[in-house]
């Protein structure tokens, strides 16, 4: 028995992740193997400013491991590693092939998203994202949900998860941000109770990393 906690059986053709442009026509072969689905971080970039990027991620159908392990390989989504190198992965299912560009957009891209979290002091929290990139950017959503944020008291207790409870749409949809464009996304608090709180808010957007962390005081009511 293997030493390592294999989670999963897979049948599956295993493309290995190519960054340069190109085509990669992969054979037509269905192997039964063995894998390690334990989460792997991948960090893009160096810095605070890092993207980084583990658990799961979704397909356009269903959520699938972000990574896998396979005798010492570590297998990651191509479709993902195209998404953090701004390139365009394309399926032709027909063919079989994996097509990789710029998307008629190339040359290095500058500058990142920069998101914003705030609370306006009255009953709601106000998070910002923008584009400081040389290009468009687009956000893809695979729900009618954009965004989710969780909240903690002062004694570390959760008090509140926006997506507790409630059912979204199961649709796709992208946000495209040109660049020096600001989308702002408003969550009203109603029912929080006066005291300090600490709140995570992120975008749910596929394969991104977009969140904000903040403190914030809730006044008493006149």
Same mark, same amino acid.
């Given at each position: 028995?293997?030493?390592?906690?294999?989670?999963?059986?897979?049948?599956?053709?295993?493309?290995?992740?190519?960054?340069?442009?190109?085509?990669?026509?992969?054979?037509?072969?269905?192997?039964?193997?063995?894998?390690?689905?334990?989460?792997?971080?991948?960090?893009?970039?160096?810095?605070?400013?890092?993207?980084?990027?583990?658990?799961?991620? +979704?397909?356009?159908?269903? /959520? $699938?491991?972000?990574?896998?392990?396979?005798?010492?390989? &570590?297998? !990651?989504?191509?479709?993902? #590693?195209?998404?953090?190198?701004?390139?365009?992965?394309?399926?032709?299912?027909?063919?079989?092939?994996?097509?990789?560009?710029?998307?008629?957009?190339?040359?290095?891209?500058?500058?990142?998203?920069?998101?914003?979290?705030?609370?306006?002091?009255?009953?709601?929290?106000?998070?910002?994202?923008?584009?400081?990139?040389?290009?468009?950017?687009?956000?893809?959503?695979?729900?009618?949900?954009?965004?989710?944020?969780?909240?903690? +008291?002062?004694?570390?207790? /959760? $008090?509140?998860?926006?997506?507790?409870?409630?059912?979204? &749409?199961? !649709?796709?949809?992208?946000? #495209?941000?040109?660049?020096?464009?600001?989308?702002?996304?408003?969550?009203?608090?109603?029912?929080?109770?006066?005291?300090?709180?600490?709140?995570?808010?992120?975008?749910?957007?596929?394969?991104?990393?977009?969140?904000?962390?903040?403190?914030?005081?809730?006044?008493?009511?006149?």
């Amino acid at each position: 028995m293997m030493k390592r906690k294999h989670t999963r059986t897979l049948l599956a053709t295993l493309a290995l992740a190519a960054v340069a442009t190109g085509v990669v026509q992969a054979a037509p072969a269905l192997t039964q193997i063995w894998v390690d689905t334990n989460p792997v971080t991948i960090q893009v970039g160096n810095g605070p400013n890092a993207e980084k990027h583990t658990g799961t991620f +979704n397909n356009g159908e269903q /959520k $699938v491991p972000l990574s896998l392990l396979h005798n010492g390989t &570590t297998y !990651v989504p191509l479709r993902f #590693v195209g998404n953090v190198l701004h390139k365009e992965v394309k399926w032709d299912a027909n063919g079989r092939i994996i097509t990789i560009s710029d998307g008629g957009q190339g040359g290095i891209v500058a500058g990142q998203l920069e998101s914003v979290l705030g609370y306006d002091g009255a009953d709601s929290l106000v998070f910002s994202v923008k584009n400081q990139t040389e290009r468009e950017h687009t956000l893809t959503f695979t729900s009618g949900q954009k965004f989710d944020y969780v909240i903690w +008291n002062e004694k570390g207790e /959760k $008090v509140r998860q926006y997506s507790t409870n409630k059912m979204f &749409t199961a !649709v796709m949809s992208n946000l #495209v941000l040109k660049q020096g464009q600001e989308e702002t996304f408003t969550a009203p608090l109603e029912g929080l109770p006066a005291g300090t709180y600490k709140v995570k808010f992120w975008l749910t957007a596929q394969g991104a990393d977009i969140s904000q962390t903040i403190t914030f005081h809730v006044s008493a009511q006149k």
